[in-house]
């Protein structure tokens, strides 16, 4: 049986499918979250951070494909398995490079997506790093609480929510709506301005001399970057 705080996402615009793969999803111990279109699934999949998304292929809005590399360039690591009547292998690839974590192919056996399920979620659990660092600085994303040098660092949501996307991808370059969407959900209505004035306070908690950063780095024209 699953873990009960293992939660699921199953992105799929076949009602009928939808619904039997819920069902079983909760009667093997999984809480389900559901979307039946690919901009519905991609909202949910960046709100509310899903230990894992089943995800069909062809769906009205965006396509799974559409989905996928969405995810894949805000920052998301959420595992994925996609489900598709495409077989080919052309198909496959296509969604194994754009970021899937497994494939199965239409129809299927219920027991082979469970046991997929339980493999890609042992694997994420075996591979996902529990405590970044840097300088003296450690974030504990299970605990989602901070410490600087043995002390503990008050951070409102999102300010925990932008440090622990900036360091999960050090050296990446993000625009201000990638870094709205990681800390604040997709659709969120902010502003430029709202990034700025949260990089600002992580640079007045956590760089040696906040006005002239060495690790919160001002990309011109761009964004913002994390340096290692």
């Known amino acids: 049986m699953a873990d009960a705080r293992q939660r699921i996402l199953v992105v799929e615009d076949d009602l009928s499918i939808l619904t039997g793969l819920s069902m079983s999803l909760r009667s093997d111990g999984y809480e389900v979250l559901q979307a039946q279109d690919g901009k519905a699934g991609l909202q949910k999949a960046l709100d509310e951070s899903p230990d894992l998304v089943v995800l069909d292929l062809m769906m009205p809005q965006l396509n799974g494909y559409e989905v996928l590399e969405e995810l894949r360039k805000r920052g998301s690591k959420v595992p994925v398995i996609v489900l598709s009547a495409r077989g080919m292998e052309r198909d496959k690839v296509m969604g194994l490079d754009l ?4 494939y199965l192919v239409k129809p299927f056996s219920l027991g082979e997506l469970l ?5 890609v979620l042992r694997r994420r659990e075996r ?3 529990q405590v970044l660092a840097f300088d003296d600085t450690r974030i504990d994303l299970k605990a989602k609480t901070v410490t600087r040098a043995g002390a503990p660092v008050e951070l409102t949501a999102q300010e925990f929510k932008l440090l622990a996307h900036f360091v999960s991808n050090p050296g990446r370059t993000f625009s201000r709506d990638e870094l709205l969407a990681a800390a604040w959900g997709y659709g969120y209505e ?3 301005r709202t990034v700025d004035n949260f990089v600002s306070q992580l640079r007045a908690k956590f760089e040696v001399e906040p006005d002239a950063p060495r690790r919160f780095a001002t990309v011109r024209g761009l964004g913002y970057r994390f340096d290692a």
């Open 99 to 102: 970021g899937a974590d497994d």
């Open 115 to 119: 046991a997929r399920i339980r493999s």
């Open 127 to 129: 591979d996902e790093v």
């Open 190 to 192: 902010g502003t430029a």
